[in-house]
């Protein structure tokens, strides 16, 4: 009898014990991520928070392994990357795409936005929400959106004294959209398409006189320190979002908790981080340039106004709208009129 009873005790403990080894981390999903940028900055620190979320809302079943500095593949190669399967996740930079993610890319044609994240974060969102045109050419490349950034606002840093819209006039300015090339020429300015990678460089050598982009990519790649005469504006929107894609074999391999334990760590992030975040950096890089002696001029409102009535605007909102109609976006006209009432509502949302 004592003996039954001890091989019970035995055969339970047993069952217990695999019971806790099974039901742990061992049955953890590892996905893999891919980033161009290094481990650093603005955007990637909040991807790092992002990671150990996703672990704590799926309660370790999911897991997350980073590959930052472009050691997947290059900046170029994120869309198809995650496309065949090649990591599960990564980030996605529509300017890199203009033919693929053409409805993304539609932001640079509204050079003023809004400047604080809870109102960039809004459109993007009410974007997504009323917009079928966002989600499907993503959809058509396979993946879709779990998690979006956003950068500071559009900075300009020239090699010569900025301190208006009308110095750009004759000078070389380069930015990584077609649409803010065409902003340039319209202002008088010499458009030079410049790849980012030789930016630093081509603003020594005199390749070119300014660069248009980021204010936190302006400071994360040095590009003040070649040229520190910095030209800035909260309103001037740098537009384009920062995806942060899944692979849709992936997502739906997942169960249904671990899909909403990841929304669910997006979305803290997003609402506890990233907006806190995204305005302390905008104060340190200020900071930071005119410590190391750069000149940081605002813009005044003639200059604001000058840039949004730019008149190269309305033609290359034709302009889009004629491709994406060719590229098979049927309602690309009312799509371009939906993204202009948004943001419109999110700048009077700023002004209040």
């Known amino acids: ?144 959106t779990f998690y979006i950034t956003s950068a500071l606002p559009g900075a300009m840093c020239a090699t010569y004294p900025l301190t208006s819209i009308a110095g750009l006039k004759g000078k070389k300015w380069r930015a990584s959209s077609r649409w803010h090339l065409a902003y340039f020429k319209a202002l008088g300015a010499v458009p030079v398409s410049v790849p980012w990678a030789d930016c630093y460089m081509s603003l020594q050598t005199g390749v070119i006189d300014g660069v248009l982009t980021d204010y936190d990519g302006m400071h994360d790649t040095k590009l003040d320190e070649a040229a520190p005469n910095i030209f800035i504006g909260p309103e001037v929107w740098f537009g384009t979002p920062f995806l942060h894609t899944i692979n849709l074999k992936t997502w739906n391999g997942l169960s249904k908790e671990d899909q909403q334990g990841l929304v669910r760590a997006a979305d803290k992030i997003s609402t506890e981080h990233f907006g806190k975040a995204h305005e302390e950096e905008y104060h340190t890089v200020m900071n930071a340039q005119k410590k190391a002696g750069a000149k940081v001029v605002f813009w005044k409102k003639s200059d604001l106004d000058a840039w949004n009535n730019n008149p190269a605007i309305p033609e290359v909102r034709k302009i889009w709208i004629k491709e994406a109609q060719e590229a098979g976006i049927a309602d690309a006209e009312a799509v371009m009129e939906k993204v202009k009432a948004i943001v419109e509502a999110a700048i009077k949302k700023e002004s209040k």
């Open 1 to 144: 009898m004592k003996r039954g009873k001890t091989r019970m005790v035995g055969c339970i403990f047993l069952i217990l014990c695999l019971g806790v080894l099974f039901s742990g981390p061992v049955w953890a999903k590892t996905l893999t991520y891919a980033d161009h940028d290094p481990p650093s900055g603005l955007r990637v620190n909040s991807v790092k928070l992002l990671i150990q979320e996703i672990e704590k809302q799926t309660q370790g079943r999911l897991t997350v392994k980073p590959f930052f500095g472009g050691a997947m593949g290059k900046a170029s190669e994120a869309l198809k990357l995650v496309a065949d399967g090649s990591v599960d996740m990564a980030f996605v930079f529509p300017d890199f795409f203009p033919k693929q993610l053409m409805v993304h890319n539609i932001f640079k044609l509204f050079p003023q936005g809004p400047g604080k994240w809870e109102n960039i974060r809004w459109v993007y969102e009410e974007c997504y929400r009323s917009i079928p045109a966002f989600s499907n050419e993503l959809a058509k490349e396979d993946q879709k």
